[in-house]
Every structure is written in C-alpha cells, then in structure tokens.
C-alpha cells in the first residue's frame, strides 16, 4: 500500500498558517510542496488511529528508505527526493521530521519546556530551514526561524490540547507546567478548562509569545521579498493567535482564527512587510555614496 492511502485528506490549504501561499514564487512552489505532502503523510501515518505503533513505524523507516533511493514504494518520497535532487538539496530536514513523528509514536508526555524545545527542533524547526534553503537564504536566519517556528508548534499544541490527549493519550503540554499550576492531565480532557489549567495555558502562551519577540526581525532580514512578505504574515497571525490563547480556553472555546480574521491579519502584514522593506532601500539609497 503506498502511504498517501494513510492520508486524513487534510491539504496544505487546511493549515493553521500559511504553506507556499500566492506570495510565493512559483519556481519555489513545487519543492516547497512535494516536502509538505511528505511530511503530511509522515504525520497522519504517526496519528492514524487504525495502525499499532510498530506498523507506525515501519511505515516512516518506509517513507526514509523512499528519500534516500533505497526504495520507490511511496510516491510522496519519489516525488521528494526528485525535488530535493534537482535543486541539489539534502534530505536532512525531511529526515528530522520523520525523527519527531516517531517521538510521536512512541513518546507521549513532556518533561518541561526544554523537552518540548528539543521536540520542536525535529518536528517544526526543520520546515522553515527547507523553506530556506529553497529560496537560497543565509542560514544565519536560522536562529530566528527556529523561534518562529518553534512558537507556531506550540500555538498547535495549545489549540489542540484537547484533542491530542482524547484521541491519541499524547500530551504536549509541560508536565512542569501543569504540576507549577496545580493541574493535572486528566483536566485536559473535560469540556471546559479548569481555572488551574487555564492558568497552565495562560502561561504557555505568554511564553510562547516571547519566543515570537525572538522572530520579529526574520522578515526583515530575508533577502527574497515574496518570502519576507509570507513570513511577515505568519509572524502577524501567529502574535494574533497566542492573544487569543491567553484570553479563551481552547477545551471550549474557537481559538482559531476565521477567514476574515486571516485576511485583515494577511492584509496587514503585507502592507507592513512592504512599506518596511521599501523604507529599508530608500534609506539605503540615500546613504549610498554619488556615482557607486
């Protein structure tokens, strides 16, 4: 059976955040896309709720061996590994993510925030550093992309932290944490938020939202413009998101964002992302030197 059979039938458009958007550029598109089918099929096989976790994981050392050209047995990998050779890219990053979803498998509570971090550095780091590469970026955007995209992790993991204790036992949030506010697991899987767990999640995404004052500065400092726009968007809702976290308790209540939501924080952005960037060339040109 090839691994997009396993597929949930979420798409990259499903996505809390943006995923090779319009402001892409669309020689950057179908890389940026072949990764995502790989990775989302990586992830629903992690999450399956039919499969036991030794199918689980022989299924992503499948998917691995379909990067590395040890097999064609999944046409997600054949199409990724193509990708990733035409534009002489590593399978690293792919390889980190597959790392993270057999965590998932197999590793089901969080010791503190340095445990999650450390989960993170496979399982959401890796994807802005490939969007990166793509576009040929200085890896000395690194630091600021993990942050970005260590927040956009737990931003998930606060919106659905219900969910992934009900349906599959994992728990993402702290242990740390949950004991430092006097909540236990258990609460996470009423309807509606203890006051003990409330303060738990408050917590968690004012901490997250200082991980997001950490990527402030990445959309400036990405030289192609499509992609500071995108980032600079993502960056607008993510900020957008952890208010609402900190305000709504996401057992009960919406802590999404809406279409009309995404389109005036989209909106925003851009406008922002491009009134700064223009800002940034003329001041540049105008301390240029005459005649250079």
């Known amino acids: 059976m090839d691994a997009s059979a396993l597929r949930s039938g979420k798409g990259h458009r499903d996505e809390n955040f943006p995923v090779a958007s319009f402001l892409i550029h669309r020689r950057h598109r179908e890389p940026i896309l072949a990764f995502y089918n790989f990775v989302r099929t990586a992830d629903d096989i992690a999450d399956h709720a039919a499969l036991a976790a030794p199918e689980k994981l022989k299924l992503l050392d499948r998917l691995d061996g379909g990067l590395t050209g040890a097999n064609d047995d999944d ?3 054949v199409r990724l590994r193509q990708a990733l050779n035409a534009r002489g890219l590593s399978p690293k990053h792919a390889q980190d993510l597959l790392t993270a979803f057999r965590l998932d498998v197999t590793k089901l509570r969080y010791r503190d925030w340095d445990d999650l971090m450390s989960y993170c550095a496979f399982s959401a780091m ?135 939501g995404v389109a005036g924080a989209t909106a925003i952005a851009i406008s922002y992302g491009a009134s700064h960037r223009i800002g940034r060339r003329l001041a540049a040109g105008a301390h240029k030197p005459r005649g250079a």
Not at 183 to 193: Q, S, T, V, Y
Request: glycine share 4%; net charge neutral.
């Open 75 to 77: 046409a997600v990998a």
């Open 126 to 260: 890796p994807v802005g550093r490939f969007v990166c590469d793509v576009h040929g970026e200085s890896r000395a955007l690194w630091p600021a992309n993990d942050a970005l995209c260590a927040a956009l992790q737990v931003i998930n993991h606060l919106q659905d932290c219900r969910e992934d204790y009900l349906n599959l036992n994992r728990v993402y949030i702290p242990q740390d944490a949950l004991s430092a506010s006097r909540a236990n697991i258990e609460a996470l899987g009423k309807a509606r938020a203890s006051p003990a767990l409330r303060d738990c999640l408050r917590q968690l995404a004012a901490r997250t939202e200082a991980l997001l004052a950490e990527s402030d500065g990445f959309a400036a400092a990405i030289a192609d413009w499509r992609l500071s726009l995108e980032v600079s968007v993502i960056n607008t809702l993510a900020h957008r998101l952890t208010r609402i976290l900190r305000r709504r308790d996401p057992l009960s209540e919406k802590v999404h964002l809406g279409i009309a």
